[in-house]
């Protein structure tokens, strides 16, 4: 017989470590593997954004642009830096490209994600109910057996009882040994709850939520709108059993949140951040722990709202007033000649204006300045102005008095003052006067003093005076100093020169 080899036993212990080691990193890597998550939205409400946020920054340009289906995948690591595996997620805005991405055999271990913008809150309800439906007839066209079907809806109860507080701190081995437990006590179903399951966890996020201060200054939104779009998200999530996220791509707000529950979901890592429905931009709700109680106390609070109304009437769609509307000005000849025709329409048919607005618009009423048009009679007076002629500019009937003058209201300006005229003897005896003055202040040059009295005697129609020679022979020496007092002369007439060559008066 040939001799055998004995191996040492030290070597053979040595090999079972390692053995054991490669064996047990093996079965830890096949039992986890790789995830799936399907994100559904509208088109710009930051499911890429979202994503990238989310994922590598090492693998940032694999994010694909195709506008059909997108897919990027983020790599998931425990506490020790260890990869436990990757979540590959697809993500799309059209149904058609649904049945690619969501088939059958990935049901067991996928995720849907939908995702919703508050950027238009009133479009909230239409684009959740569609995203729901369509996810459901799409998982009944699978048709799954009924026994898988069975144990998928199975595990979706499994995780909305087993939902545990970040407060309580038990080790995983203790979690492995409660989930074989076939004893274990699950806490039943709240009322309400579950009424839809899919057999496929679901979470919704509400993008956007840095838009609730643009909401408030431009659509007059108050805290009550945003307490009401709250309780009608969570009671709608409650029914399909899925958990609520409110994040902000943008400022990168709750998107790391988003990624450690995506893990402590499919990888069963520890969850150390708890429920918050306090803070208005920063809602998270967990799948298990929200309750219908929990949710009445927000609609308690309401003043505004009511439970029995729609959500689409009581967060109507409002006008977007950052579009602002451009207002083109009317020409202002077809302006003209519109008001023209309508002043005369109303004047052929008897309008609705006051009588003396129609008094002054024809002429017709003696003193229509006293009391001014109204409002409207100024525009008509203006156009009435442009189309009949002036006062003056024709003969005038007997029945029809001249039109009153212009006031401030026919936009006319005033006319100035005139000084006042005097009568023609008064005219001729302030010349007298002036030309008697002026030969007592000089008397060589009185033979000029008469040329005017004598113009103004051919000139006028009236009697004329005594000439100047019979008062020289008149014996009386009062007449001659004391002249007759006639008119004064108007104001702003120059006094008369006096003519050289006839006799000067005595002193």
């Not at 309780?231 to 994040?247: D, P």
Request: glycine residues 4%; hydrophobic residues 35%.
């Amino acid at each position: 017989m040939a001799p055998t080899c004995k191996k040492d036993p030290e070597v053979e212990s040595k090999d079972d470590i390692w053995s054991n080691l490669l064996s047990s990193l093996q079965t830890r890597t096949t039992s986890r593997g790789n995830k799936t998550v399907i994100m559904l939205g509208t088109p710009k409400s930051g499911k890429s954004t979202l994503v990238s946020k989310m994922m590598d920054p090492k693998h940032a340009e694999l994010i694909d642009s195709n506008p059909g289906v997108e897919f990027s995948y983020v790599t998931v690591r425990d506490e020790e830096k260890e990869n436990l595996g990757q979540i590959g997620v697809h993500f799309t805005s059209y149904k058609h490209f649904l049945p690619f991405v969501l088939t059958k055999e990935r049901m067991k271990n996928a995720m849907v994600v939908i995702v919703l913008s508050l950027d238009k809150p009133w479009n909230l309800e239409e684009e959740l109910l569609y995203w729901t439906s369509l996810l459901e007839e799409h998982i009944k066209s699978l048709q799954i057996d009924g026994g898988e079907m069975a144990k998928l809806r199975h595990n979706v109860v499994d995780l909305f009882s087993s939902y545990k507080s970040p407060e309580r701190k038990d080790d995983r081995e203790d979690e492995k040994k409660s989930k074989e437990d076939e004893d274990e006590v699950i806490l039943p179903i709240p009322e309400g709850a579950l009424i839809s399951n899919l057999g496929i966890p679901v979470i919704v996020v509400l993008s956007k939520v840095d838009s609730m201060s643009t909401l408030q200054k431009e659509n007059d939104f108050s805290e009550e709108h945003f307490e009401y779009i709250q309780w009608y998200l969570r009671k709608a999530c409650l029914a399909w059993g899925a958990g609520l996220l409110y994040c902000s791509p943008r400022e990168n707000s709750n998107t790391k949140l988003l990624l450690d529950y995506m893990s402590h979901v499919f990888y069963g890592l520890k969850l150390r951040t708890e429920p918050q429905v306090v803070d208005r931009d920063a809602i998270f709700v967990p799948i298990g722990w929200d309750s219908p109680s929990k949710i009445a106390l927000l609609s308690d609070g309401f003043v505004q709202f009511t439970q029995s109304k729609p959500f689409v009437e009581q967060i109507a769609a409002l006008p977007d007033i950052r579009q602002k509307r451009v207002m083109k000005g009317e020409d202002d000849q077809l302006f003209l000649t519109r008001m023209q025709a309508v002043l005369v329409e109303k004047q052929k048919s008897g309008s609705p204006m006051s009588p003396s607005h129609h008094k002054v618009l024809e002429g017709e009423v003696k003193g229509a300045a006293k009391t001014p048009p109204p409002a409207d009679g100024v525009l008509a007076n203006f156009f009435n102005s442009l189309l009949t002629k002036k006062p003056g500019s024709g003969p005038t009937s007997p029945n029809h008095s001249p039109s009153p003058p212009p006031t401030q209201n026919t936009l006319v300006p005033p006319k100035k003052a005139l000084a006042p005229q005097l009568s023609a003897p008064q005219k001729r005896e302030e010349h007298e006067k002036q030309a008697l003055a002026a030969s007592r202040s000089n008397p060589e040059s009185a033979d000029e003093v008469k040329t005017p009295i004598e113009k103004t005697k051919t000139t006028s129609k009236l009697p004329a005076a005594a000439p100047p020679a019979s008062r020289e022979k008149s014996p009386s020496k009062t007449a001659a100093k004391t002249p007759v007092r006639r008119a004064a002369a108007p104001a702003g007439m120059k006094k008369p020169t006096p003519k050289r060559g006839l006799p000067q008066p005595r002193k």
